[in-house]
């Protein structure tokens, strides 16, 4: 059976929602589609501990790899 290209992949976990976002949109100005999950249930926010999850198509994997390590690069010279 053939992978499916679109199947979704997660790219990494993440603390919260708020960094969740600044990645999707870093990946986004690049062009790869990427969404967070698991931030939110049902509209309320659940306090139990937890990870959001960034998601990309299976498709973009390697591309998404390499511009989350261009952000992890550039935050390691801003310290």
């Known amino acids: 059976m053939t992978p499916d290209p679109d199947r979704p992949e997660t790219l990494l976990s993440v603390a919260n929602e708020i960094e969740a976002a ?3 949109g870093y990946l986004d100005q690049r062009g790869i589609r990427a969404f967070a999950a698991g931030g939110y249930t049902a509209g309320f926010r659940a ?3 937890g990870d959001v999850k960034i998601l990309v198509k299976q498709a973009d994997l390697d591309r998404a790899r390499k511009a989350l390590a261009e952000i992890q690069d550039r935050r390691a010279g801003d310290r």
């Open 47 to 49: 306090e139990a501990p």
């Open 22 to 24: 600044v990645i999707v």
